[in-house]
């Protein structure tokens, strides 16, 4: 199975079937991500933009905050910004995180995993402001 990148931030599946092909959005990768990431010990949240935090004060959950996906040379590369939770070893959990991810994107899409970067935007104490 070959895949490519098409200009609208969907990648096409191209398959020896004739029934007809299979586009999957960049947001849905995404998504797979950002929910694996929020699976592992040790994660509190994810961070995202200014966008996605006004959207989620809102109500609105959006599963693929803090997660950037780019398509290059037929593999697949993520970018996530984690919020940890204290007390948890940082390089276990990134890598949990990063194998969890991979498996995740690898077994839900057929796409192949390059890199999943990681990047630690702060620590939760618990403690409520």
Known sequence: MSRENDSTGEYT?????????????????ATIAGLATTEVEGVASMQGN???EIVGKL???NLSK???????????????????KYGYSIPKTC?????RV???????????VESVNIRIVGVD?????
């Open 13 to 29: 599946m191209e398959t020896s079937s004739e029934i007809g092909e299979v586009k999957i959005a960049d947001d849905v990768v």
């Open 50 to 52: 200014l966008t996605n």
């Open 59 to 61: 109500g609105v959950r």
């Open 66 to 84: 803090g997660v950037k996906i780019e398509l290059m040379e037929g593999m697949v590369h993520a970018e996530l910004s984690v919020m940890m």
């Open 95 to 99: 890598r949990m995180i990063q194998e």
């Open 102 to 112: 991979k498996n995740a994107i690898e077994n839900m899409t057929g796409l192949g």
């Open 125 to 129: 104490t618990g403690k409520s402001k």
